[in-house]
């Protein structure tokens, strides 16, 4: 069964630095999904970055980027220039193109000092 | 265009006692979806629809959770009976087609506490 890991149950964050959150994930498919998502205190859930894992290339999203090491399987948000906006739950998701069904890690809850 | 709606936001009951849970999609968005969100976890999903037909209930718990799809459009989620375990949040969320590379449109969820 396909896991997602997320080591870092908080992190903080300077407002204007940056700072990575971080995912690894467990799979024996070569053809997938990951995704960040994020999950503000008491408001809907948002996706914030997708990466396709046939693509080598890191998806970007304003100041929102990933660190996709398929080899690794590691899959790392950035977000540049922290805002007090970004504080909230992160989850890491990940979905194999065959099943549609995701698998989501346990979060990161990020705040944001100003 | 409005949002993934779902009532009620919150609900309380005594543990034995059954529940049910409402969600409209975003008008169009062909598929659904029913998430458990226990405090602490990330969302698992339950059921997923396309139209008014399942795809994948494979991690729903069938002796005491049924949903259904009427008409592929709303859709409600029934616990009975309910345990302490299931005090979670329910997530509803939608998306245009059953596909990976449809994003999934979240509702604000419906907190549920099992006394």
């Known amino acids: 069964a396909q896991t997602v890991t997320q080591s870092q149950p908080e992190m903080s964050v300077q407002e204007a630095e940056t700072v990575t959150l971080s995912c690894t994930y467990d799979?024996?498919?070569?053809?997938?999904?990951l995704f960040w998502y994020k999950q503000p205190p008491s408001r809907q859930m948002i996706l914030v970055i997708r990466?396709?894992?046939?693509?080598?290339q890191n998806a970007t999203e304003n100041r929102f980027s990933v660190n996709f090491q398929k080899a690794a399987k590691s899959f790392s948000l950035k977000i540049s220039d922290s805002q007090l906006g970004d504080a909230a739950m992160y989850f890491c998701a990940y979905e194999w193109g065959g099943s549609y069904i995701p698998t989501f890690g346990r979060g990161t809850s990020l705040i944001v000092h100003p | 265009e409005a949002g993934v709606a779902q009532s009620p936001r919150y609900k309380i009951i005594e543990k034995r006692q059954s529940v049910a849970f409402w969600c409209n999609p975003i008008s169009g968005h062909a598929t659904l979806y029913w998430y458990q969100q226990i405090l602490g976890q990330g969302p698992k999903l339950l059921i997923q629809?396309?139209?008014?037909?399942?795809?994948?209930d494979s991690q729903l718990p069938k002796d005491r959770f049924s949903a259904e799809r009427l008409k592929g459009v709303d859709s409600t989620l029934k616990i009975q009976p309910a345990k302490l375990e299931d005090s979670a949040v329910y997530l509803c969320a939608s998306s245009l087609q059953h596909s990976s590379y449809n994003e999934q449109f979240f509702g604000p969820g419906t907190r549920l506490t099992v006394l």
């Open positions: 990466q396709e894992a046939y693509k080598q």
């Open positions: 799979t024996s498919e070569s053809d997938y999904y």
């Open positions: 629809f396309q139209n008014n037909g399942v795809v994948d």
